[in-house]
């Protein structure tokens, strides 16, 4: 007999580490039917609504979900993710990548890449590697599924890895470090961190995309924001990430919106499910071949840059 309460784990704050807490949002689990369900949840291109409990701490004001999936169900899925839908959208993603990179690049006044090492980690089929491989940086990427590092590798020819940040060598340093879309999602957030401080140079970059429960688009949409995703284990905004990243010795040097493109088609697939208005939106773009167009969009999303600062 499946029984939800056997697959969820209790945690503490993963900032102040207090176990005093807010429910934000109270659980759901009634599509939920068996141990298959949890794990088709998992994947890169997830769009599952919020079903675990969310809260705020009351010491910190960090939200979280809590209790949530266990940590092991949660990185095995990851592991065995297969995603085609993910794929059909890396020229855009690829599009959106190279853009950012350019803005970061004017942002630090880089004037050449050879000599910097960057790492990125959560890669998925490898297209951010791809993109910093083409503006000259020696990349290095990590990524649980199996799938996605065979696809990366064999499409992009990139250095892209199987696995998490836990199988980075400690004994190599990085001038740059990213995750895009990826924080929000590991399971041991001071654990990465921490193994983002050990691996960083004196001065390394970290950026970090993540969404923005300060962003207008979250105000307005409350619960049917497209970021409260089960996938989603942590809720930054512009206070927290800072004074969590603060604590590792990281120092916010800037921060923008980041518009992501994606094929038109794709958005009203995803969007409709939160609005029906997209249901005769997607069949209008349909009808005039619009599907293919690639359209850049915000809803929260934040590209934050932070430097190390051991002084």
């Known amino acids: 007999m499946f029984n939800i309460k056997d697959y969820l784990e209790e945690i503490n704050c993963p900032y102040c580490k207090e176990n005093s807490y807010k429910v934000i949002k109270n659980s759901d689990y009634s599509k939920i039917k068996n141990l298959a369900d949890l794990f088709k949840i998992y994947r890169s291109s997830a769009d599952d609504i919020l079903f675990d409990q969310m809260v705020k701490c009351k010491n910190c004001n960090f939200q979280y979900l809590n209790p949530r999936i266990k940590s092991e169900i949660i990185y095995d899925s990851y592991q065995t993710n297969t995603d085609e839908t993910h794929l059909n959208q890396d020229k855009c993603r690829i599009k959106t990548f190279k853009k950012s990179i350019k803005k970061i690049i004017n942002i630090l006044n880089i004037r050449s890449f050879s000599n910097y090492n960057f790492l990125d980690i959560g ?9 910093v491989k083409d503006f000259g940086f020696n990349e290095k990427g990590y990524e649980p599924s199996k799938w996605m590092v065979e696809y990366g590798k064999k499409n992009y020819n990139v250095n892209l890895n199987q696995g998490s940040i836990k199988e980075v060598d400690e004994t190599i340093k990085y001038d740059f470090i990213s995750f895009w879309d990826v924080l929000e999602h590991v399971t041991d957030l001071g654990e990465t961190l921490n193994k983002v401080k050990k691996i960083s140079k ?3 970059i970290l950026i ?5 429960i300060d962003s207008i688009a979250c105000k307005l949409m409350g619960f049917k924001w497209p970021f409260y ?10 206070a927290s990430i ?5 604590k590792y010795n990281f120092e916010l040097i800037n ?4 518009f992501q493109y994606l094929e038109l088609g794709y958005l009203c697939f995803r969007a409709k499910k939160y609005l029906k208005l997209f249901l005769i939106i997607e069949k209008i773009i349909s009808i005039f071949k619009m599907t293919k167009l690639p359209i850049p969009y915000n809803l929260g999303q934040t590209t934050f840059i932070f430097q190390k600062n051991d002084e």
């Open 123 to 131: 890669s998925a089929s490898g297209a951010f590697l791809k993109s």
């Open 202 to 204: 004196k001065n390394t």
């Open 208 to 212: 970090l995309n993540v969404p923005n």
């Open 229 to 238: 995703l089960n996938v989603h284990l942590y809720y930054f905004n512009n």
């Open 242 to 246: 800072k004074k969590i990243l603060k």
């Open 255 to 258: 921060s923008f919106p980041h």
